[in-house]
């Protein structure tokens, strides 16, 4: 199984059989996070990562030109949840980067503390996303911010972050879920809803449906002017 790099720096892709497989270099060699495969090649162990299970894998694996995540780079985690896609995130970012991991759900929080045991370059806080002022003590101005929140309101609670805690040009990435949103409308009316709030502050750089690996969903990849 031969590891090739992709354009996205900390981000490795393999074929296995007819499948493209994504990776990431363990920053916790030996520990799973979820039912990922692990896979070592030439010393240096690997981290399958699962674009059903993932929306920013998704949005990769569906042709997204940027991300903004790159080795080094200070992001904050909207909507963790147990630490799926933030434990790759903590991957890319690597031991000079760093992941302040949100969310406010008590029960998946216990398992984010669990990840974060075994990651030195992860911060779990437990705080409601919209409630800024609550978290703000614990956090510095970071070049990436990501949601993954189902809530109504997750355009404004995006950017409602991304004003106060986002460094100009730093990349802002938004995982919409239509049916979060208005279970009535169509998804793709929600997403243009959605693209038009988003425009009025930030610089929209891509833009990705996520189907087949998720129904109703998209992902907007963003820039703060």
């Known amino acids: 199984m031969i590891m090739q790099p992709t354009r996205f720096h900390g981000i490795?892709?393999?074929?296995?059989?007819?499948?493209?497989?994504?990776?990431t270099?363990?920053?916790?060699?030996?520990?799973?996070?979820?039912d990922e495969i692990?896979?070592?090649?030439?010393?240096?162990?690997?981290?399958?990562?699962?674009?059903?299970?993932?929306?920013?894998?998704?949005?990769i694996m569906k042709g997204a030109s940027q991300i903004g995540i790159k080795p080094s780079s200070i992001v904050l985690y909207l909507g963790c949840a147990?630490?799926?896609?933030?434990?790759h995130v903590s991957d890319i970012v690597g031991k000079n980067g760093f992941v302040f991991a949100l969310d406010f759900?008590?029960?998946?929080?216990?398992?984010?503390?669990?990840?974060?045991?075994a990651r030195q370059n992860i911060m779990p806080i437990m705080a409601d996303a919209n409630n800024t002022e609550s978290f703000e003590k614990y956090i510095t101005m970071v070049d990436v911010i990501f949601q993954d929140i189902a809530q109504k309101q997750q355009a404004e609670i995006f950017l409602k972050n991304t004003r106060?805690?986002?460094?100009?040009?730093?990349?802002?990435?938004?995982?919409?879920?239509?049916?979060?949103?208005?279970?009535?409308?169509?998804?793709?009316?929600?997403?243009?809803?959605?693209?038009?709030k988003l425009e009025n502050e930030l610089t929209i750089v891509d833009y990705r449906t996520l189907e087949p690996f998720e129904l109703d969903h998209c992902m907007f990849i963003c820039k703060k002017k």
């Open 12 to 23: 490795y892709e393999t074929i296995k059989g007819k499948k493209r497989l994504l990776l």
């Open 25 to 34: 270099i363990n920053l916790s060699p030996g520990k799973k996070v979820y």
């Open 38 to 59: 692990l896979i070592r090649d030439q010393g240096v162990e690997y981290r399958t990562w699962n674009p059903k299970k993932s929306k920013l894998a998704a949005a």
């Open 82 to 87: 147990s630490g799926t896609t933030a434990s």
């Open 105 to 117: 759900a008590p029960r998946v929080m216990r398992e984010m503390v669990f990840v974060c045991e």
């Open 164 to 196: 106060k805690f986002l460094k100009p040009g730093g990349f802002a990435l938004l995982s919409v879920k239509a049916r979060s949103i208005d279970v009535a409308k169509k998804p793709k009316k929600v997403f243009e809803e959605i693209r038009r």
